[in-house]
């Protein structure tokens, strides 16, 4: 990620590993995305207009209503069981 970061200046590439921080989104807004960046990632989709990816096939996303208001949970996906009961792991 240094090479990186010398290769591409002003995205911080050596400060954040690419994770979606908010300096590096201010980057993205700031300067576009450049080629290194996966156009799979959903704020690079977005800055080049590109609509958003569907989900993966049995990770849909659905709104389950609650007595504590919605949970979001992933269908196929042991995460929503323990969303609903509230259980960490």
């Known amino acids: 990620m240094h090479n990186l970061d010398l290769q591409h200046?002003?995205?911080?590439?050596?400060?954040?590993?690419?994770?979606?921080?908010?300096?590096?989104?201010?980057a993205l807004k700031a300067l576009g995305a450049c080629s290194i960046h996966r156009r799979s990632f959903g704020p690079v989709r977005s800055i080049l207009g590109l609509p958003p990816l569907p989900p993966w096939p049995g990770r849909a996303v659905e709104i389950a209503g609650g007595s504590?208001?919605?949970?979001?949970?992933?269908?196929?996906?042991?995460?929503?069981a323990h969303a609903r009961n509230k259980t960490a792991y």
Not at 9 to 22: L, M, R, S, T
Not at 68 to 80: F, I, K, L
Request: net charge negative.
């Open 9 to 26: 200046p002003g995205y911080g590439f050596a400060k954040h590993k690419g994770y979606p921080v908010p300096e590096h989104i201010a």
């Open 68 to 80: 504590d208001g919605d949970v979001e949970q992933n269908v196929g996906d042991r995460t929503a």
